[in-house]
């Protein structure tokens, strides 16, 4: 009777995420039966503490150079229309950001499973060759076309190929914890992106900018070096065979809402950091001073991906992806919609990098979270892929409405916050179909 009255007094009746109570308890995959171990409990498998952060550090070099420098595309953007592209308007420059966006994002789904067959260390070499290529090339680029080339597919493809196996790797070494590691490897990206706009812009007065672009590829083979040596899988890679996208992944509802939903909202969430710099020059703010405004923007992303991604494993992670998406949106609708001056504009720019930046270290959680360990790569890619035509063509959109307005940002910014709200309430259907009580841990 007492070992009865004991189990009864436990909370052992939470339920999976198929069932109507709340799972406390960090289920890392519903593929798999609830009682299976996602990792198995093999000698092969035995967690190795310094590798796993050895890892994290390598995502973080990695994202540093690669996504970071993605993340400071405005100020190539500005530079060129002040300089190399005077004549051209920002529709057309910001066609090779949005072509490093769609590379970046469209390569998710074949990267991801080259990623699952033989592991991050092929795709993190091959990626850093490319990268620094693709900043050598863009040094000595002439004509639009070939910028559109260097600086626009072969960066993205870079990218791509250090981004994916880096998240993907430090996503299998941990469990509990797993949106706080992932949420500091992504910190990577926000760090390069409030150092490069500073860094550039003093380089391109210093010294040009060929060779300002060329001491950005020096210090990309670096870090891509040491990315190479420390990002380590956990398990043993085991070749795949026969289908390289799981039958279950297109049933999966749970799945397909959470990829409806980050659609949209990556539709409207680069849109500020491509034009927050051109923005704030139309009030007549200083060249110099927008840029520093991008990098506070920047600043505010390492902040959003690492402290909510921290709160996220305490909280549930789909119950911080849902409104971090939301307020971003609203965001840019009320503070940058009706900010007309450099403390309105620097105070946009932190709190939308806090929120853009807690909706991107959240969202590739999310996806391993309701997926098989051995699939962390091809659904993480999936993601990415099925998003990158929003992320193509979303600048452009952007740079349409402000021409069409004729130098009104007020089309722009509402597309962006409409776009993301809307997606917002996706993601919570996605929530939602895990488990229907609102407030669950999920």
Excluded at 267 to 275: A, C, E, M, R, V
């Amino acid at each position: 009777m007492t070992g009865i009255e004991k189990q009864s007094s436990s909370p052992l009746h939470k339920a999976n995420f198929e069932g109507t109570a709340c799972k406390t308890s960090p289920r890392d995959s519903t593929l798999q039966p609830a009682e299976a171990p996602l990792i198995p409990a093999t000698d092969e498998c035995t967690y190795n503490r310094l590798k796993a952060w050895m890892a994290v550090f390598g995502a973080f070099l990695a994202l540093f150079c690669s996504f970071g420098q993605l993340n400071a595309f405005g100020t190539f953007q500005s530079w060129y229309s002040d300089h190399q592209f005077a004549s051209m308007s920002l529709f057309s420059i910001s066609w090779i950001g949005s072509l490093q966006l769609w590379t970046f994002f469209f390569l998710g789904g074949p990267i991801g499973c080259i990623f699952d067959a033989y592991g991050p260390t092929p795709l993190l070499f091959s990626g850093s060759i490319i990268l620094v290529s693709s900043n050598i090339l863009t040094s000595i680029a002439v004509e639009y076309y070939q910028y559109l080339l260097a600086q626009g597919i072969l960066f993205g493809l870079g990218v791509a190929m250090l981004f994916y196996p880096s998240i993907a790797c430090v996503a299998t070494h941990f469990n509990e914890y797993r949106a706080t590691a992932i949420g500091i490897a992504t910190a990577g990206s926000g760090c390069g992106g409030v150092i490069y706009p500073i860094m550039l812009r003093h380089l391109f007065d210093a010294v040009g900018f060929r060779w300002a672009t060329r001491i950005s590829a020096l210090m990309a083979a670096v870090l891509c070096v040491t990315a190479t040596l420390t990002v380590r899988p956990r398990l043993p890679i085991k070749k795949k065979t026969g289908l390289l996208w799981d039958v279950r992944t297109i049933k999966d509802r749970r799945f397909l809402l959470l990829v409806a939903g980050s659609f949209l909202v990556c539709l409207g969430i680069f849109t500020p950091y491509f034009y927050i710099s051109d923005y704030a020059e139309s009030f007549d703010i200083s060249t110099n001073t927008a840029f520093y405004i991008l990098s506070a923007m920047n600043a505010g992303g390492v902040l959003g991906r690492i402290a909510p991604a921290w709160l996220s494993d305490k909280i549930g992670r789909f119950n911080l992806l849902c409104p971090s998406a939301f307020l971003s949106g609203l965001t840019c609708l009320v503070f940058w919609m009706f900010g007309k001056s450099l403390v309105a504009i620097t105070v946009f720019a932190v709190m939308y990098g806090v929120l853009s930046g807690a909706f991107i270290s959240v969202v590739t959680p999310c996806v391993a979270q309701i997926s098989d360990i051995r699939e962390f790569g091809t659904r993480i890619g999936a993601l990415y892929t099925l998003i990158s035509v929003p992320s193509l063509f979303g600048g452009p959109i952007a740079g349409a409405l402000l021409q069409q307005e004729q130098g009104s940002f007020t089309a722009s910014i509402a597309l962006a916050g409409s776009s993301m709200m809307l997606g917002s309430v996706l993601l919570l259907a996605s929530k939602l179909t895990i488990n229907r009580r609102f407030l669950c841990h999920i």
